[in-house]
């Protein structure tokens, strides 16, 4: 007898206990068989299904994250890049503590200097330049520490992803063994086809037995016949 593992429902109409190819529903045979065993284990099958539901939601999110932090990964990568042949022998560098010294000491003095307007305008000018020196020389250092926060995300959407592959394995190994319970508890599926091989496998064994040593008699008898 074949089973559909869930019910066939159409709006507008009736409800019918078979679906278009005339596969009596699950539900209905479980019904139908007055069976409690069956009808928790249909319970808890439809548990662990809304269980695994979930997780396939949750990776499905993990994995377009995970898509979108590559996708940034790789574009940072370019950048740091190019910050990086633009200043090959590391002189921009060298000037970040020059240069946050030289802003120190200017915005001090502008802060409690009595200075005239001109004066304070030429201060606030320098500064002006000294933060954009400073904020190109810092460029590549930030675009570092982002790259490696990124690499961080990354990981943990990777072990997330495993993680929740390792819980679908359970979760279907749990689910195969109990749909072969509740076939077995209802009657029907491939259960009894596995049992009657494995029945079938010993007669064979001993029939193929018995056709060897017929088959050395024979040999033996045809041998004395021939002296």
């Not at 995970?66 to 590391?90: F, Q, V």
Request: glycine residues 4%.
């Amino acid at each position: 007898m074949m089973v559909n593992n869930g019910e066939h429902k159409q709006a507008g109409k009736p409800r019918s206990d078979k679906d278009d190819s005339g596969v009596q529903s699950l539900n209905t045979l479980i019904k139908e068989s007055n069976n409690p065993q069956a009808a928790q284990l249909k319970k808890e099958i439809d548990d662990l299904r809304k269980e695994r539901s979930k997780l396939i939601t949750r990776i499905k999110e993990s994995r377009r994250r995970l898509g979108y932090k590559e996708a940034e990964s790789t574009a940072i990568e370019r950048l740091l890049t190019m910050r990086k042949n633009e200043d090959k022998d590391g002189a921009k560098r060298r000037r970040i503590g020059y240069l946050k010294r030289m802003k120190a000491k200017l915005e001090f003095r502008i802060s409690t200097e009595a200075s005239s307007l001109t004066q304070e305008k030429d201060i606030i000018r320098k500064i002006n330049e000294i933060n954009g020196e400073l904020g190109e020389a810092l460029a590549a250092a930030r675009l570092e520490r982002k790259t490696e926060f990124i690499k961080k995300d990354i990981e943990d959407y990777r072990n997330n992803i495993m993680e929740i592959n390792t819980k679908l394995q359970e979760l279907d190994t749990r689910l195969d063994a109990m749909y072969v319970g509740l076939r077995k508890a209802l009657g029907i599926g491939s259960w009894q086809n596995k049992q009657q091989q494995q029945q079938q496998k010993p007669r064979k064994s001993q029939q193929s037995r018995v056709q060897e040593i017929n088959l050395e008699d024979i040999a033996v008898i045809k041998k004395k016949d021939a002296k």
